[in-house]
């Protein structure tokens, strides 16, 4: 099956600054890469999300950039802020069910 | 985007009881529903796919009679926690997948299970 490994699992940054969360996965058949934002005790909501047929996606200060080739994809945060703190999710998903495999989280910390 | 509830948002009950835990889609119908379970600072791990008016597809080690799942209806799965013990308790997230180009899925805000 599916396999994601998502680095780092904490980043510090400080207010200003860009964040990079990087996923890779395995299944080359894989073609939906959502990313999603969880603060403490809450759901994750889907913040931006890349097709296979796409290189790169941007939202504001969100961007999300595949390399299908090295199967590997990546969120940039630009700009963050203190309410950009929590954990962030990448995932990995095939077909038409749409089934993903989630990532194990990245906890990003923004300091003001 | 598509809203989902959950309820109870959280319960605590005695080990040997059982819980059921609502998963609803407000305002579209979810062809499929994902019931995700999750220990602090972990990841979400998948214990099972319902389709409505079909069996679920439990993933490997999830127990089928432990946890009961219901999808009656496209806008309602259950999850019913059998014979709760300490080592149930968990954050419980139901997810519902619409129809149509994105397949997205949208999550509920949780259940916190705790068994005493």
């Known amino acids: 099956g599916e396999n994601v490994e998502q680095h780092p699992s904490t980043l510090s940054v400080q207010e200003g600054d860009s964040a990079v969360i990087k996923c890779t996965y395995s299944d080359s058949a894989s073609n939906y890469f959502p990313w999603y934002k969880q603060e403490l005790g809450k759901r994750p909501q889907l913040i931006i999300d890349i097709r296979s047929n796409v290189g790169e996606k941007k939202d504001q200060r969100i961007a999300v950039t595949l390399n299908k080739t090295a199967k590997h994809f990546s969120l940039h945060i630009t700009e963050t802020q203190p309410e950009d703190s929590a954990v962030y999710f990448c995932a990995a998903s095939k077909g038409g069910s749409y089934i993903p495999t989630f990532g194990r989280g990245t906890s990003l910390i923004v300091h003001p | 985007g598509a809203v989902v509830s959950q309820h109870p948002s959280r319960v605590i009950c005695k080990s040997g009881t059982s819980v059921k835990i609502e998963c609803r889609s407000l305002?579209?119908?979810?062809?499929?529903m994902f019931w995700y379970r999750q220990f602090p600072k972990q990841s979400l791990m998948l214990m099972a796919t319902s389709n409505e008016g079909s069996k679920a597809t439990y993933e490997q080690g999830v127990e089928k009679d432990k946890f009961l799942i219901n999808h009656a209806s496209l806008t309602l799965s259950t999850l019913t926690v059998t014979s709760a013990h300490p080592e149930d308790s968990s954050f419980y997230i139901c997810?519902?997948?619409?129809?149509?180009?994105?397949?997205?899925?949208?999550f509920g805000p949780g259940t916190r299970l705790t068994v005493l």
């Open positions: 305002d579209f119908q979810a062809t499929t």
């Open positions: 997810s519902a997948q619409g129809e149509g180009p994105g397949n997205e899925q949208f």
